[in-house]
């Protein structure tokens, strides 16, 4: 079993930064593939960014440039940092945890979630 706890959401004004982070506990966090999601109101939850064990990433087409996903293995915490945030950012933001080492954009193939975080991006 893999506990997940996000912190880090907040009000930020367009154009802003925030940084989230993923503390997990319950299994050896270096070996797992870690995945970044969210959920805005109406909408369905959507791929946001995911790192492997190795440290390889891959982001969604939105994302990228603004958006840069990490991890301290030593801290077993995943880190979301986000630039040039947008209204259309707004969402719940959720981390997730694969019981495999490799990278995935599908949310199907993440066994473990945090209770997510709100993300709010005013104009």
């Known amino acids: 079993q893999v506990q997940l706890v996000e912190s880090g959401g907040g009000l930020v004004q367009a154009g802003g930064s925030l940084r989230l982070s993923c503390a997990a506990s319950?299994?050896?966090?270096?070996?797992?593939?870690m995945g970044w999601f969210r959920q805005a109101p109406g909408k369905e939850r959507e791929f946001v960014a995911a790192i492997n064990s190795v440290g390889s990433t891959y982001y969604a087409d939105s994302m990228k440039g603004r958006f840069t996903i990490s991890r301290d293995n030593a801290k077993n915490t995943l880190y979301l940092q986000m630039n040039s945030l947008k209204p259309e950012d707004t969402a719940v933001y959720y981390c997730?945890?694969?019981?495999?080492?490799?990278?995935?954009?599908?949310?199907?193939?993440?066994?473990?979630w945090g209770q997510g975080t709100q993300v709010t991006v005013s104009s």
């Open positions: 319950g299994r050896t966090f270096s070996t797992t593939g």
């Open positions: 997730a945890a694969r019981r495999y080492s490799g990278l995935s954009y599908s949310s199907r193939l993440y066994d473990y």
